[in-house]
């Protein structure tokens, strides 16, 4: 256990969250997303897993020593409910919850169209599967830079 850390970020989430650089991606998947073979696409081209925790608890914990990109609009996305992309269910709601929180301020997810997702996903740096069990529980985060003298 580490001070200051959450605990649900194991070490291999920790390493691959210090090694992205900024515009990096980082998918934050349910547990019915295919991550297993999305993430052997990835730069990372291995899947990592947080289990037993919400979609919410992961994206608090990885926000918690990530920060997202402020150069980009869809810096934080989230997949689109097919044939409802204006719905916005209660798994999406809690993730916009805790962004908001995480960045002091409203933080708005790209709504991303499901095939569009997959895309974006096998390009990103890498794939963190959830314990989220609920429909739609699948976002990307892009990160941003710590700028000299932040914390």
């Known amino acids: 256990m580490l001070k200051g850390i959450n605990p649900l970020l194991n070490a ?3 390493g691959a969250l210090r090694a992205m650089g900024h515009g990096d ?3 934050i998947a349910d547990s019915n997303f295919p991550s297993d073979s999305v993430a052997r696409q990835t730069t990372l081209g291995k899947l990592l897993r947080i289990d037993r925790a919400t979609a919410a608890e992961v994206v608090e914990a990885v926000l918690s020593v990530m920060p997202l990109d402020t150069f980009e609009d869809d810096s934080a996305a989230r997949m689109e409910i097919v044939g409802s992309p204006g719905e916005v269910p209660p798994v999406q709601l809690e ?19 499901r095939f569009a997702f997959y895309a974006r996903a096998k390009q990103a740096y890498c794939v963190i599967q959830t314990g989220e069990r609920r429909f739609y529980g699948c976002f990307a985060f892009r990160k941003g830079v710590i700028p000299p003298g932040a914390d």
């Open 95 to 113: 993730v916009q919850d805790v962004i908001d929180a995480a960045e002091g301020k409203p933080w708005p997810m790209t709504p991303v169209e």
């Open 25 to 27: 991606d980082l998918i």
């Open 12 to 14: 291999e989430v920790l």
